[in-house]
């Protein structure tokens, strides 16, 4: 059975740091490709950033670039999300998905976590 787990939420004031990670087990975590997501209170899903099965390559969405960094490490089975210069309009829940097709710039189908609360607020 997949299983995401994500950890590393939080309240963070505007220009603060988290870093999110999500514990993965149950599937070949090092032969996929992995992506996070977030939902903003009231609205849709929107793809943060991706990559691909041997962490070399990176994608993030005009909204995070230059601010967050996703990375992993696939001996430990575990995807990562820095978050750097953090603005309120970050403030959304986060998950990570395993990735059953493509990756890049879409919201991906596959197993996703259950999400962790990411707060930035004075």
């Known amino acids: 059975e997949v299983q995401l787990v994500e950890s590393g939420g939080g309240l963070v004031q505007p220009g603060g740091s988290l870093r999110l990670s999500c514990a993965a087990s149950g599937f070949t975590f090092s032969s996929y490709a992995m992506s996070w997501v977030r939902q903003a209170p009231g609205k849709g899903l929107e793809w943060v950033s991706a990559?691909?099965?041997?962490?070399?390559?990176?994608s993030y969405a005009d909204s995070v670039k230059g601010r967050f960094t996703i990375s992993r490490d696939n001996a430990k089975n575990t995807l990562y999300l820095q978050m750097n210069s953090l603005k309120p309009e970050d403030t959304a829940v986060y998950y990570c998905a395993k990735c059953d097709g493509l990756c890049d710039y879409v919201i991906p189908k596959g197993s996703w976590g259950q999400g962790t609360q990411v707060t930035v607020s004075s």
């Open positions: 990559i691909n099965s041997g962490g070399g390559s990176t």
